[in-house]
């Protein structure tokens, strides 16, 4: 029905435009500047970027009348208006993929230019890392954004809110291909490197090594070979969800008492609990970005989600199995980044270590990053960040290399390291103290 009425707009505007051409007493070319029509954008693209209108010729828009001034407008028609042409949203795409676009803006994805923009040493960042999207922005760019943020991208782009789109990060334009968007690879640019190498996982797991033959067809078509979409986006669902969320850390605590009080400290390093263990207004903000579960009833959904996609290829047993093993080593890895936390804490506590500015918590802020003032404070973000990471992700995504050896053995690595850097300062500290004061 949008697409009807999209349509019939388009119609009556163009029997209106005939009816001002005959009407008009003046010259017809003051008028056919004002707008462009598809032909025109085709027949002078063609020319100035061919390969724009090549992509869109192989899309499915090209044959169901879905063309430039569809997503554009038609306002732009020379070298001289660029600053005119609308750059499409998710809002744009919603015309015709509602359903989609409802997930979309209900997942995690959505939350990705939010979740960018919280982190509290972001501002320090070039403006090529964030806006430019040459760093952080390259990937968050797929989060919605307000019209303040829209107007930013506008002045940080020469007139033009480069970025402000959003699901053309999977359906790359001009084509804005489904088959495209399925693939592993339409996950590579941003699920890979420093702190989520999920593609380097996967790639090298079972599930991605057999997917990687079908692609070659040394497997055929119908070889059962999972892809992150598989997973992820059961039955094509955009919202891109799952049960432990980003940093696997979640609420409620749980009843084993030694992991509730490491994941605790872990929270309270994040900002979520204060010193007592109470939850802070950061929890607010954990709450909109939707990033971790924070009801068991949430994580219990997603995990049965999991279980059933598992269950396509694997027995019941199995899959619980296999992802209680994961949930073991999130517990794991946190009895070790608990224990490292409590020890740059300790140096806090006894003045060694200067906390961080406006942090008012005992505790090393874990969310400062690569921005963290001190070696010790900057190996912890690392431990964190990096290291624990691959520590459950690599279980999660069947990558033994990335579970041990990238991921536990680095942390265990990473806590010695803090041992031998916290005894280190501590004596410094003391032959400081022992010195005559110079008059």
Not at 96 to 120: D, I
Request: hydrophobic share 35%.
């Amino acid at each position: 029905m949008r697409l009807f009425r999209s349509r019939a707009a388009r119609t009556l505007a163009r029997l209106g435009y005939v009816f001002l051409l005959s009407s008009f007493p003046t010259s017809p070319s003051i008028l056919i500047a004002q707008t462009a029509t598809p032909a025109q954008c085709v027949d002078c693209h063609n020319k100035v970027t061919p390969n724009i209108v090549a992509d869109w010729k192989l899309s499915k828009h090209s044959n169901v009348e879905v063309t430039c001034v569809t997503c554009h407008g038609d306002q732009h028609t020379s070298a001289t208006d660029i600053a005119k042409v609308k750059i499409p949203t998710p809002d744009t795409c919603s015309q015709c993929h509602e359903t989609q676009v409802a997930q979309f803006k209900k997942g995690k994805h959505a939350m990705a230019w939010a979740s960018m923009k919280a982190m509290p040493t972001i501002h320090w960042q070039p403006m090529a890392m964030t806006e430019g999207e040459k760093g952080c922005g390259g990937c968050h760019k797929i989060g919605d954004k307000s019209v303040a943020e829209v107007a930013e991208l506008r002045k940080n782009s020469s007139g033009t809110e480069f970025g402000a789109a959003q699901c053309d990060a999977c359906h790359t334009r001009h084509t804005f291909s489904a088959e495209e968007a399925r693939q592993p690879q339409a996950c590579e640019t941003c699920h890979m490197g420093f702190d989520h190498p999920q593609w380097e996982m996967y790639s090298a797991s079972k599930h991605g090594a057999r997917n990687e033959l079908k692609q070659m067809h040394v497997l055929p078509n119908t070889a059962a070979a999972p892809t992150c979409q598989t997973c992820h986006m059961q039955d094509g669902n955009h919202e891109v969800r799952t049960a432990w969320g980003f940093l696997a850390v979640r609420l409620p605590l749980p009843e084993d008492k030694q992991w509730a009080a490491d994941r605790a400290t872990v929270l309270q390093a994040l900002g979520v609990l204060d010193p007592q263990g109470q939850p802070t207004k950061l929890v607010d903000v954990v709450k909109a970005a939707d990033v971790a579960r924070l009801t068991q009833e949430d994580w219990q959904r997603e995990r049965d989600k999991m279980i059933k996609t598992c269950n396509q290829c694997h027995s019941v047993n199995f899959a619980k199995q296999q992802l209680q093993q994961g949930d073991d080593m999130i517990k794991n890895a946190d009895h070790l980044m608990a224990e490292a936390i409590r020890i740059v804490a300790d140096l806090y506590k006894d003045n060694i270590l200067t906390r961080p500015a406006n942090y008012n918590y005992p505790f090393p802020n874990l969310l400062t990053f690569h921005d963290a003032p001190t070696v010790i404070e900057q190996k912890l973000f690392v431990m964190y960040l990096e290291h624990r990471m691959r520590t459950f992700q690599g279980t999660f995504h069947a990558s033994p290399d990335y579970a041990l050896w990238y991921g536990w053995s680095e942390m265990q690595r990473d806590l010695t390291e803090i041992k031998e850097l916290a005894a280190q300062m501590r004596r410094e500290k003391r032959v400081a103290s022992l010195k005559p004061a110079v008059k």
